[in-house]
């Protein structure tokens, strides 16, 4: 069993489509282990996104990540991993798998509807960052 850090991003929570997204995860057995809703600090995008700081798109990343709330969430499940990725598509929704969640619900390639950690080692530092222990169940 894995378990790896989901976010649905400000453009699908203004979207109405939180629900939505959740089955994809449910339906494919990923189960909710942990989830809330919340208000990213300008310095919490930053850290969580530290990764990119070099990349010309960081600045632009930050601001819609903080341009609305987001709902973070602990997936668990076999392959967590890489079965989020799979059902998340590519980080550009034009090159998304039809039937996939960034193919059906984002816009861009900034505002692609969710983030999904990309290794374990990835998965575990992001959700220690958003979770203490006692919140994954
Ligand atoms: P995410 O999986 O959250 O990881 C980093 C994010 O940077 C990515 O999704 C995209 O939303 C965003 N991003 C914006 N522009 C680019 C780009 N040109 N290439 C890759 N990621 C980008």
């Not at 960034?102 to 575990?124: C, M, P, T, W, Y």
């Amino acid at each position: 069993m894995e378990k790896t850090l989901s976010i649905i991003k400000p453009d699908a929570v203004a979207k109405g489509v939180i629900g939505k997204i959740i089955d994809r995860f449910e339906s494919n057995g990923l189960r909710i282990a942990g989830m809330k809703k919340l208000q990213l600090s300008t310095q919490q995008a930053e850290e969580f996104y530290a990764i990119h700081k070099e990349r010309p798109f960081y600045a632009d990343l930050v601001k819609f990540m903080t341009s609305g709330p987001v709902v973070v969430m602990v997936l668990e499940g076999e392959n967590a991993v890489k079965k989020n990725r799979e059902l998340m598509g590519a980080t550009n929704p034009k090159e998304a798998d039809k039937g996939t969640i960034r193919a059906d619900f984002a816009e861009s390639i900034e505002a692609n509807a969710v983030h999904g950690s990309d290794s374990l080692e990835n998965a575990k530092n992001e959700v220690a960052f958003f979770f203490d222990g006692r919140e994954i169940l």
